[in-house]
Each structure stands twice: as C-alpha cells, then as structure tokens.
C-alpha cells in the first residue's frame, strides 16, 4: 500500500473519529443547550433545599430557563443560600416567586419560578424574596401522623 | 524449600528491576520522540496500523455492546416502569465505562499485540542493532512513532465505539423495541454532561492509550530476541495490559466520579 492511500485512510479514520466526539458533545450531551449563552446571577434562600443539587435546573412553567450555579450555606440565617444562573434571554419581574419541586414521583428536584407582577425587573445580583422550600417526606408523613392521631383523639373526647 | 524462596525473591527483584527499566524507557522515549513528531508521516503510518485496521473490530463490538445494553437495559427498566430513561442508561454506561474500557482492551490485543511482535521481531532479527550500527537511535525511529501512533488512535477510538454503542442501543431501544424516540434522546440529554462524563471518558480513553501502547513497545523491545521470547513478550502484552486498564480504570473512576456530584 503507498503513502498516499495511508495518508488518505488515516484522514478518513481521524475525521470520523472527531465526528463521533462531536457526535457525544452535540447530541449525547448537552454541550449545544446552554453553556455559550449569556447568563445573569440571582440568588435564593430557602429553609431547606431537600435534595437539590448544583447544575440542577431552573424551570419556569416547564420551560428550562437556567441551572443552579451554586449552593451553600448561610451560617448566621442558617439558611441554604443557592445562586442561580438564568439565560439573559428571560427577563422575570422582582417578585418571582422560587420553589423546589420534584419531577415525577421520584425524579430530581429542580428549582420552579412562578413570574409575579411587579414591573422591575430583576437584575444581575439581586434576590429573589419569595421561595419554598422543598418538601421532605419525613416531614409530610409525620404532620399527617399527628393530624390523625389529634382526630382520633377527638372522637373518643366526643363521646 | 529454599530453591522455592530463591526463586520467589528472583521473581520479586525482576519484576521491580523491569519496572524501573519501564520508566527509564518512558522518560528516554518522551525525550526521543521529537523525530516522530517532525517527520509525522512516520506516526501517521502507525496511526494506520493500530487505528485504522482496528476500526472494523471496534465498531462491530460497539454495536453489539450498546445492542445488548439496550435489550438488557430495557428489560431491567421497564419493571420500574421507566423505560425512558434507556437512552440515559446505555450512554452513561458507555461514556463513562464501557467505551474507554472495552475499546482499550479490544485495542490491547488488536494492536498492542501487533506493535509488540513487530519491535521483538525487528529485535530478532538484528534490524534494532542494525539501526544502532548506521548510528539512527531504534528508540527515536522504531519506537516512538508506534508509541504516538497508539496514544493518538486511543481516544478516537474509544469515542467511536462510544457512539457506535449509542447508535446501537438506539436501533434496539427506540428502533425494534419502540422506546418513545423523544424522550430515549432528551433524556439522554438532560442526564450526561460534557465535562463530567464525556471529558472523563476521553481523559480515560487518553490515559488507557498510553498505558496499553507503551507497555506493548516496552515489551517488544525487551522481548528475548527467539521465537519464544516474541510470542511470550507478546502474551505479557496482552495480560498487563488489560489489567492495567482495569486497575487504572478503577483508580480514575474513584478520582472522577465519587466527589461531590
């Protein structure tokens, strides 16, 4: 075999091996959605993040509109304090309302903004006011426990 | 009992005084390789024999790869009622794992063992001495262009058995089992990550190329020059190679996968 037709089939195996790079970077993942765009910084606390986790996403209406760029905690508030970067693109108006709900039954959580009325608009830095915090089982199951034993309690008080 | 004890401790100073040999021959083929790179057609030539003729094995053993783990994944799933989160499934497993793994011990013993008989050979039959006699270093001529040709094949063909296996999971998923197409792809998506899974995967891939390709020159090049020294240096190949790739893969899976995240 001559130079040339090495030359010519070592072309061909570099182009498609890049090809498949592109092909995993492109459609696998998820590097054409959103890293090049411009973002800005608004920061939320909530009494407890449940399972919430860093690139986790922010959805508005369904819609992904960001991605949780941090998560930490407030020692003097003993709050969690998440940092969310939301594509420029998307304007909200100061009073957005933030809460973290679960996809699915057991799906990951991600952070839901509900847009308010007001008619500034929230800025680079700035916070939102409103959020929710994500609700724990544990929590849900033992109000539900005491509910029910407060009812059982009063029924046999009735009698 | 004391033959026994000679012969245990021989085998212990051997196999150190060989790897110490090893990294020696690292560091001199690292300072050698400027030839290899200068006159690339050199390299690009044995990017023809380990990558290209390995092409045909890696994108058949992909495919059948992601197939499987599509009809394995697929019956797993659907008991959780989430048989969506196939596509999620196969190419996390295969980017992550199955990909760089399969692809370098498929690489081992297709072109390591390849590189490993030619050098011993050409050491056999005095072609090494030969160059060293024309005053042309075997190291700089010989081996360091197989050694770039592997490094620099490695990667391309651990992606392309990733996507392959992919392609693969896919045309049993979504094709013949009818998996929701939307849902197999954006899902798929959502779940993988560029820096975290794929970058991972090529660093990966990188690291077994290198592994694998300088352990078959090293081996080739301090084969015992008979018959019998070539087809035993090229066995070894075979053998530490794969169990350099698992052992390093479970080093490199440890470092990436289990912070945070």
């Not at chain 1, 195996?13 to 411009?38: M, P, Q, R, Y």
């Not at chain 2, 690009?44 to 380990?50: K, L, P, T």
């Not at chain 2, 072609?127 to 391309?156: C, H, K, T, Y």
Request: net charge neutral; charged share 15%.
């Amino acid at each position: 075999m001559n130079r040339s037709t090495i030359d010519l089939w070592v072309g061909v195996f570099v182009a498609i091996g890049l090809g498949a790079l592109l092909f995993l970077a492109l459609k696998v993942g998820n590097l054409a959605s959103f890293s090049t765009a411009e973002t800005y910084r608004v920061d939320a606390r909530f009494a407890n993040i449940g399972g919430l986790k860093v690139r986790a996403p922010v959805k508005s209406a369904g819609v992904v509109v960001g991605r949780v760029a941090d998560i930490a905690f407030d020692n003097e508030s003993y709050e969690a304090v998440t940092v969310l970067r939301i594509d420029s693109q998307y304007k909200f108006p100061r009073d957005t309302a933030a809460k973290i709900l679960t996809s699915g039954l057991l799906g990951d959580q991600y952070i839901g903004l509900e847009a308010g009325a007001d008619a500034r608009i929230l800025k680079d830095g700035e916070r939102l006011r409103i959020t929710q915090s994500a609700v724990v089982l544990e929590n849900l199951i033992s109000q539900f426990l005491f509910s029910k034993a407060a009812e059982g309690g009063d029924a046999k008080g009735g009698k | 009992m004391r033959a026994a004890l000679v012969r245990l401790g021989a085998m212990v100073t051997t196999t150190v005084w060989r790897l110490g040999y090893a990294s020696r021959f690292f560091v001199y083929l690292l300072a050698h390789s400027g030839t290899a790179l200068r006159r690339f057609r050199l390299t690009v030539r044995e990017i023809y024999f380990a990558g290209v003729l390995s092409l045909i094995i890696i994108l058949v053993s992909g495919l059948f790869v992601g197939m499987v783990l599509g009809l394995q994944g697929y019956d797993t799933l659907q008991r959780y009622g989430s048989s969506e989160a196939l596509g999620v499934l196969v190419a996390l497993s295969l980017v992550r794992e199955l990909g760089p793994v399969v692809a370098g011990l498929l690489f081992a013993s297709r072109a390591g063992s390849a590189i490993t008989a030619e050098i011993g050979l050409m050491k056999a039959t005095e072609q090494l001495s030969a160059m060293e006699m024309m005053a042309v270093d075997p190291i700089a001529r010989v081996v360091a262009p197989r050694f770039w040709g592997g490094v620099l094949s490695m990667p391309l063909l651990a992606a392309l058995f990733s996507a392959m296996g992919i392609f693969g999971g896919y045309l049993v998923g979504v094709v013949l089992i009818g998996v929701d197409e939307g849902a197999f792809w954006s899902q798929m998506q959502a779940a993988v990550d560029v820096r975290n899974d794929i970058l991972n995967g090529v660093i990966k891939s990188v690291v077994f190329g290198v592994a694998v390709t300088l352990i078959a020159v090293f081996e080739g090049y301090d084969s015992v020059p008979t018959a019998e020294g070539v087809s035993r240096a090229t066995t070894r190949t075979v053998v530490t190679s794969s169990l350099a790739i698992l052992a390093l893969d479970f080093v490199l899976t440890a470092l990436m996968f289990t912070g945070g995240n």
